[in-house]
């Protein structure tokens, strides 16, 4: 199973000008735990998280309504392929310690995978699981 058979198409996303506060609005009005950062034409440019929203901005005392995503974003994100196995999705969650991967195509945003979305397929039990073992131990300090 590819990733594109799992991958949600429909992302939210927020410019690299845009303000943490509105990051911050945006993740909550769509319950998700981060945001792809897009330039012009889709252009993936990083991923800005709820963390990074309170470690980078709000526990240094920067104003969220005036500090830009791109202050405090994530640059270099692992991304995936649409055409790559659901496996190697799972691989890369794990070597990255993350729990979703950006979908790009030609360097632009296609969609989102979750290691929730690999699970919930059923046919990934195992890889899902370890992925998720990975991913909670031994936790990066970035």
Excluded: W, Y
């Excluded at 939210?12 to 981060?34: D, F, K, Y």
Aim: charged fraction near 25%.
């Amino acid at each position: 199973m590819q990733v594109k058979d799992l991958m949600n198409p429909s992302v939210v996303t927020v410019e690299p000008t845009a303000s943490a506060a509105l990051a911050a609005r945006l993740i909550s009005r769509h319950n998700v735990g981060s945001l792809p950062v897009c330039a012009e034409g889709g252009r993936l440019r990083g991923m800005v998280t709820d963390r990074d929203i309170v470690l980078r901005c709000i526990a240094t005392e920067d104003d969220p309504a005036q500090t830009p995503v791109r202050d405090i974003m994530t640059r270099g994100c692992a991304t995936v392929s649409p055409d790559a196995d659901c496996r190697e999705a799972t691989r890369l969650m794990s070597l990255h310690q993350v729990r979703r991967l950006p979908v790009v195509e030609n360097g632009r945003l296609v969609g989102m995978i979750s290691l929730a979305d690999v699970a919930r397929s059923g046919r990934f039990d195992m890889e899902a699981a370890q992925a998720l073992c990975e991913i909670s131990e031994n936790i990066v300090i970035r």
